[in-house]
């Protein structure tokens, strides 16, 4: 890995999505919350595959629906993240890899097949996920590529790499790698429910510099800092955060640093199909336009872009080149 | 396998498919024939599956789809088919158990893996598929289980089910076991160069009275009559064939015996995203009421309504509830 260089590199959760329609009746028959994430064990996803309808299998994860996100813009992005010597990991891999993002993480060759989320999809277009993190528990400081890592103007980590014990300690490696070569480390928050688990842990990220930007939305930046009043959530992420980025769905975003605030609307949508991924594309267009050395305003409205054709259709990968409907919007030349 | 009894048993190969946008330069470039089905060995498909872009994997094969259109209308389906012991095996039976079909062909444990077909969609809604058969070469006489065969009214093969070699003395001993039974068999010539491959063998099954029921599309009733004429090759096929039923995409379909033709419209659609399954699904509703007892108009209808639905929408298994949509149509009370 010598003579690289990537605008982003994503670390995360390598997932393959199991999307499958179903009604509310069946959430709540089998307990589900529904827009919620959880993680679920061997047994509990036989069992709930085996109640759930038939589905659809496309690649997933945060981080890496972002690195494809980056990708389409036409920035070099790179990705990190554990899959099984399995046939979703062999997808995995090709999906990553055919829209031209480096992937080279050692696969694993036994203990735990690669990770897949059931979504279960309810008519009014909201996902209960419910994720097996299988071979994505194993990674492991080990897989943190140093040149990769040096080779990249932004690290960019999911707070999903929380939930696996073994990536928090590569998580940490990652960082403290990036900021030795005078890179950033950016950090999402992934979702409220992944900010309860590791509030200390998150805030103390954010407090001591191991990550310089935060993207979140609204729900997850109250839940940080267990307020209701988004306001004094705000400020509370102005004062703790080098620089963040928060996401008010239709209200557009937020960038905010100790000195400034920059307000952006919303990217204009015909039809909302489909919510999943809005955050993970944000990010995108913002680390891309950063990575390329936009101003606040400008990496704010590449977001906004991403977000607004993510949601225009099923799914959390875009369908749609990016980098041309940058260049439709006056954004890139 | 006592007790049951089905409207339809399908026979047919096992196939998951592995769908990716791609243009028309992507074709040229592989030197693939647009709207063609081609096999292609393991070699080949590595080959291509490298070459193109991110994909989604949903299950198919023809007479698969034909039995989830069979069950949607609230019919009692089985299926026979090959899947090997792999993650796309067990999502393949996953998601034709998940909409009631009754799929209990033993497994291949090894020496191939789940058949599957690289599909690549054209911004003009064509389809190119890759079919790798892995799999589904080993399904053998000793898959055919006689109770279910006994048990159903009527046994639908797929004209592809002649490319495995093995497959062939499958179908021949179905369609045996069927008529001693008093059942009946219906065979779909399922492409057009799937009869250019198979023309006197399938004219043969016809002749014969091996199969009692045809069903083709304009452009397969001409292949195997070898005549651009298609009042010619329909003469042919009535004199051929007990029953036929022929599409004509949106002039409808014709129901043909030696004493009788019926022709019925195609059903109304607002949009037409995707014509693949549409034959297949003519096939689902066709079965569905032929063996409920309906008229040959009626049972003409359920394929229109069947067919009209699966091609305003992308993919080849029904979204909508066909029962529901029949009765919506007076077609079911």
């Not at 089998?30 to 509990?44: F, N, P, Q, V, Y």
């Not at 993480?105 to 209960?128: F, K, N, Q």
Request: one cysteine or more; a negative charge; glycine letters at 12%.
């Amino acid at each position: 890995m010598t003579g690289h260089s990537f605008d982003v590199l994503g670390i995360g959760n390598a997932i393959m999505d199991i999307l499958a329609r179903t009604d509310d009746d069946f959430l709540v028959r089998e307990g589900l919350a529904k827009g919620s994430m959880r993680l679920i064990d061997t047994e509990e996803a036989e069992r709930l595959y085996s109640h759930m309808g038939p589905a659809r299998m496309v690649s997933g994860g945060c981080a890496g629906n972002t690195m494809a996100g980056v990708a389409s813009f036409g920035g070099k992005a790179a990705f990190i993240g554990k899959v099984a010597a399995d046939e979703l990991g062999r997808a995995y891999g090709h999906d990553i890899r055919a829209i031209g993002v480096h992937f080279d993480t050692p696969v694993l060759e036994a203990g735990a097949p690669t990770a897949r989320s059931m979504i279960l999809v309810t008519p009014d277009g909201e996902r209960t996920m419910n994720t097996y993190l299988g071979a994505c528990t194993h990674l492991t400081p080990d897989d943190i590529d140093p040149e990769v890592v040096g080779a990249a103007g932004i690290t960019y980590l999911e707070g999903y790499l929380w939930d696996p014990q073994a990536a928090k300690e590569a998580f940490r490696v990652a960082a403290g790698i990036a900021h030795a070569r005078g890179r950033l480390v950016a950090l999402t928050l992934s979702d409220s429910f992944c900010v309860d688990r590791y509030r200390p842990e998150f805030l103390d990220l954010i407090r001591s510099g191991t990550v310089d930007i935060v993207f979140a939305n609204a729900a997850e930046v109250r839940s940080l800092y267990q307020t209701a009043d988004f306001g004094t959530a705000l400020a509370g992420l102005r004062q703790d955060a080098k620089l963040a980025a928060v996401t008010l769905s239709e209200a557009g975003s937020l960038v905010v640093t100790r000195e400034e605030t920059v307000q952006v609307d919303a990217h204009p949508v015909e039809t909302v199909a489909d919510t999943t991924g809005a955050g993970d594309l944000y990010a995108a267009g913002f680390l891309f336009g950063l990575a390329r050395g936009y101003d606040m305003e400008t990496c704010a409205r590449f977001g906004g872009l991403a977000a607004a054709e993510i949601i225009s259709h099923l799914g959390a990968r875009p369908e749609a080149d990016l980098a041309d409907l940058a260049r439709q919007s006056g954004l890139l030349r």
